[in-house]
């Protein structure tokens, strides 16, 4: 298939739910236009975001990862997304230099436009916060010439920080609301495989109404019905106010 005029959308994803609650409609509207998406997960999320495959009786852990990964193989390819996964365990994640310089590898072969990932501070989940600082450091890493990989260096991909469960209490301020009206069915989809979580479903139904109401009252379209919002890492180049 051919990649010309395609974008790359890479998200950056600490456990194997957090791009689908807070991503999950920018990766399907990256999917719609044309342009292509993939997802690094570092961690299955099986010892901290789990809760409802430990209630079940004589659950274990290997059995938990394997449940983890179904999931988002399933909610990944509803959206429309590649993915790969790192199994670097969670609470607390672990990042080796042999899995950061796997980490840099992945970058540079999706060759990303667009980067996502989670705020640089969230006091509820320090997983988030290694994930961001880890994704800022690949990118840099990923930018060097002087670093020779199988694949070539990056350009300066802008990197959005997708809505944390918390944002007041992580310092979120959206630059972004992103329309996701027209692929919220593919989003709600991709929640609904994710059982293990399930009591998160709710919540970012309604969170995907509010941010919605708030893309029409910012002059968005009327149309609007589902938004997520994002916040941009890097200024923006623009060659008009207006």
């Given at each position: 298939m051919s990649t010309k005029g395609k974008k790359s959308?890479?998200?950056?994803?600490?456990?194997?739910?957090?791009?689908?609650?807070?991503?999950?409609?920018a990766i399907a509207t990256a999917v719609a236009q044309g342009h292509r998406a993939h997802?690094?997960?570092?961690?299955?999320?099986?010892?901290?975001e789990s809760q409802g495959l430990w209630k079940q009786p004589g659950m274990d852990i290997e059995t938990v990862r394997a449940i983890r990964r179904e999931e988002a193989q399933?909610?990944?390819?509803?959206?429309?997304?590649?993915?790969?996964?790192?199994?670097?365990?969670?609470?607390?994640?672990?990042i080796d230099d042999q899995a950061f310089d796997t980490i840099v590898d992945l970058l540079r072969a999706?060759?990303?436009?667009?980067?996502?990932?989670?705020?640089?501070?969230?006091?509820?989940?320090?997983?988030?916060?290694?994930?961001?600082?880890?994704?800022?450091?690949?990118r840099m890493v990923a930018q060097?010439?002087?670093?020779?990989?199988k694949h070539p260096p990056i350009g300066a991909p802008q990197v959005l920080m997708f809505e944390p469960h918390q944002s007041e209490m992580c310092g979120f301020v959206p630059g972004l609301l992103l329309d996701i009206t027209d692929v919220y069915e593919k989003k709600s989809a991709a929640m609904n495989v994710m059982?293990?979580?399930?009591?998160?479903?709710?919540?970012?139904?309604d969170l995907a109404v509010r941010r919605g109401v708030q893309a029409v009252r910012n002059g968005g379209a009327k149309s609007i019905r589902y938004a997520e919002a994002h916040q941009m890492l890097f200024?923006?180049?623009?060659?008009?106010?207006?």
């Open positions: 959308l890479v998200v950056f994803s600490a456990h194997s739910g957090d791009f689908v609650w807070r991503a999950g409609g997802v690094i997960c570092l961690s299955f999320g099986e010892r901290g399933k909610a990944a390819d509803i959206l429309g997304a590649s993915i790969d996964f790192l199994d670097l365990g969670d609470y607390p994640l672990s999706a060759n990303p436009d667009s980067i996502m990932t989670h705020v640089a501070n969230d006091p509820y989940n320090r997983d988030h916060n290694l994930a961001h600082e880890t994704l800022l450091k690949a060097a010439q002087g670093n020779k990989t059982s293990a979580q399930s009591h998160l479903i709710d919540y970012y139904q200024p923006t180049v623009r060659s008009a106010v207006l």
